[in-house]
């Protein structure tokens, strides 16, 4: 009798997948049209599922269909000819399959990589903000998939193997297939319209403004090492030697892109970029104290830039606004208006904090990229012009600096006349942005052509990190940050190099905090270890700002590092004047009513690497008090605890409290990420953008559509008045299924769609 019951059930169930489990493809606006994927109008579309495995031909005769595909079959030449056949528009839409699972023959090397074959340079809508060469093939695996428009054809990732599976196998039967409709509800936006469109969307109706899509934006997280600078705008130091010092910054982006919106693994991109710059300050601050910091000529700087495949948005703001940001003296502010000690922020253009206009000049930059999987065995490669003194100074530390499991090689990169390129980093906005005054160098996995496994922007990249090389790039990376602190100006490589690697030991690639960020950061992004210093700078934060801030939107489990929207519950800053919140204020009450002030909600991830800033290179002159005397630190709960600390107690220092609950001086800042083309509207809520005054016409200025709440993929029996009849025959030839469907499928049940 259960047997019977069982089967029923199970007949029940198998006969409709109503939201199915999947990951949709990315949809976005930028200054010249549209990328992406999306149904041609909010109507659902739906067809018989289709099994195309890339030689067996289309439906002909203007049949309708929604194609299954394999994974591994997900590449430009693919899905065009797919698109191609659809001129009727009989493609309903794409299903991708995970393959994963048994492909182990493939083992990722068979799997295309969807990303341009030269990332943000010619042919791609950063082309305007490249670099000097923009056409080397860094990615020559790659079928710029990401950037097709496959507007009218809704394309998801079906993540469960089992699912996959199933609809796998329904689709090769060709009984089967074509009864099984799948269902698409995924309008995102009309064809025909770009970015400044959508931001400046204006209702018919009422005339109201009311955009529908936003920047891709978010927040990127900088700090320092040693004494802070001296207040750009305190007159009384001049002539102190820690105003006149010039940065040297240690830059990486941390984040990645794929065909998927929530399915953007990013281990060999933003993961390892990450991990191998954080661990580079960690390593920095447990090995020089802040009194030989503060003598060397140059600053160390870490910048962690968010945004960065999509155009640069971290780097690029905070280069330009290091170098070029002036705040109107009627919109420089407290940014909690009541406290005198609280940061010096800007109303109008929007700035949080204008701590970073302490950091003066940029004298370099060294970027690192993709050290989670080097191509060479035992080799990391540096990447440098020979232009400039201060680069091939920087290239010429970081081949002397190697550890005893990788060594540093140039670069073979070549692009005949044209020289020796850059890869896409940070660095690239900072030689754009100074049209090549301030140069650096790049440490990368790759020498002239990224990696093949795993594939670059791919939805498909393993674990498998390897962390001696990760452990190498910021053993590296601190010792060449010191180095260039150390130079005078002499570029006596050698002197510098010695001095650095005496005073920097090897990191360790089984070092615990190493090996847990890394399971954090390429495994479960829910991990404790990113929490417990999230939530400590959420703490501070709500300190610091009044706002009811808390630990921010999870990297996830597996970690997913697309960029997403610019938003309040996403980095977007926004100001309290009176009773109302504003993306920024240009009237005149700002500070009237006590609780005025200025908040932001970043990211866990962002807030976790702030806090890590405080945390390992906070220490103070090794918790020296003013008059030289050792000092044990003092336990906190959050910032406020942290009033008058001896040891941080130099002009212009503040301390925190760190995520071991200890009081330590500020180190960590964040800066908002953001396309330069756009400014948030004043006297607004947060979400409307205006198009910023000296916008050059040349960053890609990404948007991503609103969603509408009903999006989803169903998946059901197609039935007719035999219905019952169908659903029993049909029934019996799923029974296979059957039981390993009841307990594996997580899909909710629908009742028949009767058409
Ligand atoms: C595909 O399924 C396998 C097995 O369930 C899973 O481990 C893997 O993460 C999935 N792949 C993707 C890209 O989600
Ligand atoms: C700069 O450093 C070099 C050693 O690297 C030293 O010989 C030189 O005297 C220094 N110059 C100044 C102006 O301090």
Redesign the pocket.
């Known amino acids: 009798m259960t047997v019977i019951i069982n089967v029923i059930v199970c007949y029940i169930r198998t006969s409709s997948f109503h939201d199915l489990q999947h990951s949709p493809c990315v949809t976005l606006y930028n200054r010249a049209g549209r990328v992406g994927c999306g149904t041609v109008d909010r109507e659902v579309q739906s067809g018989p599922i289709y099994y195309y495995d890339g030689n067996n031909g289309v439906p002909t005769g203007g049949q309708n269909f929604v194609a299954v595909i394999e994974e591994y079959q997900m590449t430009a030449e693919v899905i065009n000819t797919l698109v191609s056949a659809n001129s009727n528009g009989n493609l309903k839409g794409i299903m991708v399959l995970n393959g994963t699972d048994t492909d182990t023959d493939r083992s990722n090397g068979e799997y295309a990589s969807p990303g341009p074959i030269y990332p943000l340079g010619y042919g791609t809508p950063s082309e305007g903000i490249s670099y000097g060469d923009n056409d080397f093939a860094w990615n020559a695996n790659g079928d710029g998939l990401i950037h097709s428009d496959l507007y009218g054809v809704p394309m998801v990732y079906i993540n469960e193997y089992e699912t996959s599976y199933y609809i796998r196998n329904a689709a090769q039967d060709e009984n089967k297939a074509s009864v099984i409709y799948s269902e698409f509800n995924y309008y995102m936006g009309p064809d025909g319209i770009n970015s400044k469109d959508c931001l400046k969307w204006v209702d018919t109706e009422n005339q109201e403004w009311n955009p529908k899509c936003l920047p891709l934006g978010g927040v990127s997280v900088w700090g320092y090492a040693g004494s802070p600078p001296k207040p750009a705008n305190d007159d009384n130091n001049s002539n102190s030697a820690n105003t006149v010092k010039s940065a040297v910054i240690v830059g990486t982006s941390i984040d990645s892109t794929s065909m998927f919106h929530d399915l953007v693994p990013g281990s060999n991109e933003g993961a390892s970029n990450v991990l191998a710059t954080i661990m580079a300050a960690y390593l920095l601050g447990k090995s020089v104290d802040d009194a030989t910091l503060d003598q060397l000529p140059n600053r160390i700087v870490f910048g962690l830039f968010e945004g960065e495949a999509y155009g640069y948005l971290g780097s690029r703001r905070f280069v330009n606004d290091v170098l070029n940001f002036q705040c109107n003296d009627q919109y420089t502010v407290r940014s909690m208006a009541k406290d005198e000690n609280s940061d010096m922020a800007c109303l109008y253009p929007m700035r949080p904090s204008l701590k970073f206009k302490d950091i003066g000049n940029i004298a370099a930059m060294l970027t690192v990229d993709q050290v989670g999987v080097p191509s060479g065995d035992g080799n990391l490669f540096v990447h440098n012009s020979g232009q400039t003194d201060m680069g091939s100074f920087l290239a010429n530390v970081m081949m002397s600096s190697g550890t005893s499991y990788y060594k540093v090689a140039a670069s073979a990169a070549e692009n005949g006349n044209d020289g020796y390129p850059y890869p896409p980093t940070p660095l690239s906005s900072l030689l754009s942005v100074t049209g090549g005054g301030v140069d650096g160098a790049v440490l990368t996995g790759y020498d002239y052509v990224f990696t093949k496994r795993p594939p670059y922007q791919s939805h498909v990249q393993g674990t498998q990190m390897k962390l001696k090389a990760i452990a190498s790039a910021a053993t590296i990376l601190a010792r060449t940050a010191l180095a260039a602190a150390?130079?005078?100006?002499?570029y006596?490589s050698d002197?510098?190099s010695s001095y650095a690697t005496n005073a920097i030991p090897e990191l360790s690639y089984d070092d615990d905090l190493l090996v847990d960020l890394a399971d954090c950061l390429f495994v479960n992004g829910n991990c404790k270890l990113l929490s417990k210093y999230a939530s400590m700078e959420a703490a501070n934060d709500r300190d610091k700002t009044g706002f009811e801030i808390g630990s921010g939107t999870a990297l996830g489990q597996p970690p997913n590092y697309y960029v997403s929207i610019y938003h309040m519950n996403n980095g977007q800053p926004f100001v309290k004047v009176g009773s109302k919140v504003y993306g920024s204020y240009d009237g005149d009450d700002y500070g009237k009513s006590s609780g005025d002030s200025i908040g932001m909600q970043p990211k866990m991830l962002q807030q976790a690497l702030r806090n890590m800033l405080h945390t390992f290179l906070g220490q103070g002159s090794s918790m020296v008090d003013g008059d030289g005397n050792k000092v044990s630190p003092k336990s906190c709960s959050s910032a406020a605890k942290c009033k008058d600390i001896s040891y941080c107690s130099t002009d212009a220092d503040s301390a925190t409290c760190s995520a071991d609950k200890l009081c330590v001086c500020q180190r960590g800042f964040y800066h908002i990420a953001l396309d330069e083309a756009v400014d948030p509207t004043p006297n607004k809520s947060t979400g409307f953008f205006d198009i910023s005054s000296d916008d050059a016409g040349v960053s890609a200025l990404w948007t991503e559509p609103f969603w509408a709440s009903s999006v989803g993929v169903n998946m059901y029996r197609y039935t007719d008045s035999n219905a019952g009849w169908f659903v029993l025959a049909s029934g019996a030839i799923f029974s296979g299924f059957c039981f390993f469907l009841v307990v594996l499928l997580k899909v909710g049940m629908k009742k028949e769609k009767l058409y």
Not at 486 to 490: E, L, Q, V
């Open positions: 150390y130079d005078n100006g002499s006596d002197t510098a």
